[in-house]
């Protein structure tokens, strides 16, 4: 099993093309937090797949379809916005029908940013929610290729303080809790527990 992790936008001259929130870049820091999963599911000897975040949207998503197969996890890392920047919270969007293991990755995925940073999971499925619930009620991503385990992470919204500054103090250990989560995922999923 191999794990893909993208970042969800574009970093062009150094300024990512997501949201920004004052000086808070969407792309920058997916891409950072991106990378240090990498490094801990790496230490444990899991093959980790990163995209280039220099590649356009487009060209990552034909390089999964014809990439992913049914045993592969790919995570797509994003952070949420609000024009009013009162929400806040972490969610896992998965297909509208997704798989039990999109549903338990998403579980697990929201438990490691509360256990890591106190981010609330939104919503009542400890934070897993279908991609009816977003602006757009079909996110690509999460169907490239459907075969494959999808979940896009909004790890926080950039737009609230309260949740900025739980992420930023505490980075690093939602990375590694984030990394144990999808390794504890996989290992269960391949001992036919997940």
Do not use: Q
């Not at 790496?42 to 797949?49: P, Q």
């Not at 979940?151 to 250990?173: A, G, H, M, P, Q």
């Amino acid at each position: 099993m191999k794990v893909y992790l993208t970042a969800g936008h574009t970093v062009i001259n150094g300024k990512g093309t997501g949201v920004h929130s004052g000086t808070r870049d969407e792309a920058k820091e997916a891409a950072y937090l991106r990378d240090e999963i990498a490094c801990y599911l790496e230490r444990r000897n899991v093959t980790v797949i990163k995209d280039d975040v220099t590649t356009g949207f487009g060209r990552v998503m034909t390089w999964l379809n014809n990439t992913l197969t049914k045993s592969d996890t790919a995570i797509e890392i994003h952070f949420d916005a609000s024009g009013s920047g009162g929400p806040n919270g972490c969610t896992a969007f998965v297909p509208i029908n997704p798989t039990s293991h999109e549903e338990d990755l998403g579980r697990r995925l929201c438990k490691a940013i509360f256990e890591a940073a106190h981010i609330k999971p939104r919503g009542s499925n400890k934070g897993v929610r279908d991609e009816g619930f977003t602006f757009h009620k079909r996110l690509r991503f999460l169907h490239s290729p459907a075969v494959a385990t999808n979940v896009l992470l909004e790890v926080c919204f950039i737009t609230s303080d309260s949740d900025w500054n739980k992420y930023i103090t505490n980075r690093d250990s939602i990375a590694l809790m984030l990394s144990n989560s999808i390794y504890n995922h996989l290992k269960d999923r391949h001992n036919g527990k997940a």
